[in-house]
């Protein structure tokens, strides 16, 4: 079954009272359509620049983590006298610790798992990114959609309180019908001004998230995002989601970080020698000198610290993270199933009132409206059909940015292309 989400709709309204702002204001409108939006918001979203800088120290960690310990060179004099006689000795050494535990390639593990979870992180980042993106696009067009359809009532009402004066002066409408349709007409102008106010703010954030215009009297929003039926089922789209959903592969990336530096904690238990080399040059009273090469090794007794309290840390840091991927694999299948059933019945839902609405019911609305101000109905029978017409197509326009939000939700948990 294909739903032709009618959200051409909104985005006409949307270019309409969007460009009317924006000439009354001077400015030049911006079109931007929801792949341009999302391409843009990644540019400029200062979470993202945060992640890709946290890629980068994490890429440089790793490479500081092959580097071999840095030898230490140090020097030394003894002179002692006694009587008369004096001994001077000079040495000059090179110390050079080798870790034989593993410790270095432990290191570098850590850091590989660190550097490959900041990737995580930055493309799950930008996963979230993208769905705040159609979220607030979508959100954005049936505020454009919803304010024409105020504008249109509002409209409808004025006419029709100048057909009702004309009637009321000629006696043929009471003065209780022209009041009643008097307060109408100001409640369906203040609905009118209410829904241009959301719609600016819902405009404004998707300005906002983007970055691509200073507010929404500059922006116009294009897309007509026209979707059709899932192309895989739920039990599907939940594997789909355990195997590739960027949130899920960066805690599991995190519990390679974990097991790393658990490894690591264990190598450092092993002591590091330290192997010394160097020359000695020794004087005595009597002028004569001798010199030679020393040569020693030094190693650190574990007699105080073992690392036993470092090594359980890091072990249950291991065993947590293993525990939160768990609890998150849970949590995705049953956020995917969940959005996908509000996805079906939304669908169901906007095939249903799609089927009752469209060119139709305005021309119906808009028959109401002449047999009105041609006395072939009365008052109430034209209220009807405006609120009828107006309530049904601002109900398809929230259910329809609902239905492209949980689409966009499926998308997020799945890493799959549904856009």
Known sequence: MRIPLRCAWGAAAA??????????QGDLPHPLSLTQARDSARRHSPELKAARSGVQGAAGRERQAAAWP?????????????????????????????ELGGQRAARRAAARSAREAAEAREAAGAARLDYE????????????????????????????????????????VSGYQHRRLTLETARYAALEAEARVVRDSAIGLVASLTGVADGPGSLVLTDTLPLGPLPLAADSLA?????????????????????????????????????????KH??????GSLGGFVAGVSLPLPLWDRRGGAVEAARAATEQREAEV????????????????????LAEQLEALRSALGDE????????????????????EWLDSVRAYQEAETTFATL????????????????ATLF
């Open 400 to 415: 329809q940015a609902e239905y492209i939000a949980r689409r966009a939700a499926l998308e997020r948990a799945t890493g």
């Open 15 to 24: 270019w309409l009272l969007v460009t009317a702002t924006a000439h009354a």
């Open 133 to 172: 993106v159609v979220r607030a696009y979508a959100g954005a067009v049936a505020a454009g959609r919803r304010a024409a359809l105020a504008a249109a009532a509002a409209d409808a009402f004025e006419r029709a309180a100048a057909v009702s004066r004309t009637r009321l002066a000629g006696g043929d």
């Open 361 to 380: 019911a305005l021309r119906a609305r808009r028959a109401a409206e002449s047999a009105y101000a041609e006395g072939e109905i009365g008052l109430l």
């Open 239 to 279: 594997a789909l989601a355990l195997a590739r959903s960027p949130d899920l592969r960066a805690a599991v990336l995190e519990v390679d970080v974990a097991a790393a530096e658990s490894r690591l904690s264990r190598a450092e238990r092993v002591p590091t020698p330290v192997l010394m080399g160097g020359y």
């Open 70 to 98: 840095n030898p230490t060179l140090g020097y030394g004099r003894e002179q002692a006298s006694r009587e008369g006689e004096s001994n001077a000795q000079d040495i000059l050494s090179l110390e050079q610790p080798f």
């Open 326 to 345: 768990e609890a998150l694999r849970r949590h995705t299948a049953r956020e995917v199933r969940a959005a996908f059933g509000a996805h079906q019945a």
């Open 282 to 287: 020794e004087r005595t009273t009597a002028g």
